[in-house]
């Protein structure tokens, strides 16, 4: 069976007024993220105690039957649904100078609410994610809850089941996610029409939980992109877009978090007793292991990443000044195969001056595979690159839990000492690596902007390998730990970390 896989947008026009992306299947079957709910699961009010069954049902696992005597709240919200159902493709008219395609013409429909259910491992590490958020409430679980809806009437329940059942068909042509893979987002910004089937590129940032049924990417998406459609090279359905952000110590986390479509298809279809067979197909590795040549490093309650590095040679470990902390002549370590301590070399004794840099000892035994290698060149404008480390929000154990995240960006400027990328970087990513397409560290991640309080996660600025190459590479070669006291950088590349004005001359 062929599936059409449309982007739709949803609106709850009971008041509150809720709309965002959504997605439908065949011009059948819509499905979003439950978070459109949100708005009017308030604990208070006369629909108080009926909102909190739902709550807890879902917290529970249970599916509710909307049609059911347990739906009856949602059933009173009206549903709306908006799309192009024809996808004509319009030739551009030959008096029109713009030559541009003319707009989607787009489509109204009264949508029926069928199901919202909740699938339990997904629930379950979105609340281990949002245990560090700032506010958060018992109808957080709607954000890893889904609805679905239909265009017709619910009248036979067994046709839909039937359709179920050949939607699994589906799942036989999904391989496992990794880390790196080509996305593209479906989406409508703001759950406006006037963006209506924007579209988002970019990769697969981390993937989560049992049977990769969570996934991070490394698309920034704004508010309304919430139940978006998430597709592979192959443009096959994978996910279902289910955060875009959240705060976290007054810091704005923009972290776009995605659930495996073939994950909840299964899991819905258990809830509703429809048998399925489930396929695990194989793919090759990746072939940029990354993974193995980072380390979380923990000193004195802070957490940070490292690098394995390889100059001349011999083997260190490279990270920032301020994840090692001053005075501290040993650090704890994990890395994908082992747990060990590290001696400090050398740390930036002055916390004002740039470059905010440590360098560690790293076990005699670390595989060559494990370094990497400096790179030769400099950073240029509009170069891809790749922002790596272990985000507090991800990696929450130090002794338990090793789930790198791996963030695609470009070099959006390059400066004196200093480079800037829109790559996301977020709280624990201090000190990790900055790669290149071939592998190569390009920089030392360091921090995001901070402008007037508020925290750009997607502008950060990274310490280039190219203006501290040779100062590691003449130690490597003499041990004379003095001669890394020229990682101490000039007061002019103090002044472009300070983001002080520079020079202007005037000819008002």
């Known amino acids: 069976m062929l599936l059409k896989i449309r982007h739709a947008l949803l609106e709850v026009t009971s008041p509150p007024t809720t709309k965002q992306s959504a997605i439908i299947i065949n011009n059948e079957v819509i499905i979003s993220s439950g ?37 009856g709240r949602i059933r ?8 192009d159902p024809h996808q004509r493709h319009q030739r551009p008219r030959q008096n029109d100078g713009s030559g541009s395609r003319q707009g989607h013409i787009l489509t109204r429909y009264t949508a029926h ?6 699938a339990a491992e997904v629930s379950r590490n979105l609340h281990r994610i949002l245990l560090t958020a700032d506010a958060t409430d018992q109808s957080e679980v709607l954000r890893s809850s889904f609805v679905v809806l239909g265009m017709r009437p619910p009248a036979q329940k067994e046709s839909f089941k039937r359709f179920l059942a050949h939607i699994s068909n589906y799942l036989r042509h999904l391989q496992p996610m990794q880390t790196l893979d080509d996305v593209l987002v479906m989406c409508s910004p703001f759950g406006l029409e006037n963006f209506y089937k924007t579209i988002s590129i970019g990769k697969v940032s981390n993937v989560m939980g049992r049977s990769g049924c969570l996934f991070a990417i490394s698309n920034a998406l704004p508010l309304g992109c919430e139940g978006s459609a998430v597709f592979n090279n192959k443009l096959r359905l994978i996910g279902i877009v ?3 952000s959240f705060q976290r110590q007054q810091e704005n986390v923009n972290l776009t978090l995605a659930a495996n479509f073939g994950y909840l298809l299964r899991n819905f279809m258990e809830q509703l007793g429809i048998p399925n067979t489930t396929f695990q197909l194989t793919r090759e590795p990746s072939n940029f292991p990354w993974e193995r040549t980072i380390v979380v490093i923990e000193s004195a309650g802070q957490q940070g990443t490292g690098t394995f590095i390889r100059v001349h040679n011999k083997h260190f470990i490279l990270t920032c000044a301020h994840v090692v902390g001053q005075g501290n002549e040993k650090v704890n370590c994990r890395a994908a195969d082992r747990e060990f301590q590290s001696d400090v070399i050398w740390c930036n004794p002055d916390s004002e001056r740039p470059f905010d840099l440590a ?11 494990c370094c990497v290698r400096l790179a030769k060149g400099p950073a240029t404008l509009g170069q891809t690159v790749y922002n790596a480390g272990f985000p507090y929000y991800v990696n929450f154990g130090f002794k338990y839990d090793f789930n790198p995240a791996i963030f695609q960006g470009r070099i959006i400027k390059c400066d004196t000492g200093a480079i800037m990328s829109d790559g996301s970087v ?8 900055m790669f290149d397409q071939n592998g190569c560290i390009l920089g030392v991640c360091v921090s995001n902007i901070k402008m007037d309080d508020i925290i750009y996660p997607n502008i950060n600025t990274a310490i280039p390998i190219c203006d501290i190459r040779y100062t590691l590479q003449q130690f490597a070669r ?10 101490v950088a000039s007061r002019d590349v103090g002044r472009v970390w300070s983001l002080e004005m520079p020079p202007i001359r005037s000819k008002l």
């Not at 609410?113 to 909740?118: A, C, I, M």
């Not at 000892?361 to 595979?369: F, H, L």
Request: proline residues 6%; hydrophobic residues 35%.
């Open 359 to 369: 360098l560690l000892t790293a076990p005699e035994d670390v595989p060559e595979r």
């Open 113 to 118: 609410p069928l199901y919202v259910f909740s």
């Open 76 to 83: 009173s919200f009206n549903f709306v649904v908006t799309f």
């Open 242 to 244: 289910i955060c875009t």
């Open 478 to 487: 003499t041990n004379d730990v003095k001669v890394l006291s020229n990682l």
């Open 426 to 433: 977020q709280a624990g990513q201090s000190g990790g690596p």
């Open 35 to 71: 978070s459109i709910l949100q708005p009017h699961f308030l604990f208070d009010g006369d629909k108080s105690e009926e909102n909190k069954g739902i709550v807890a049902r879902l917290q529970q696992g249970q599916l509710i039957d909307v049609q059911a005597e347990e739906g």
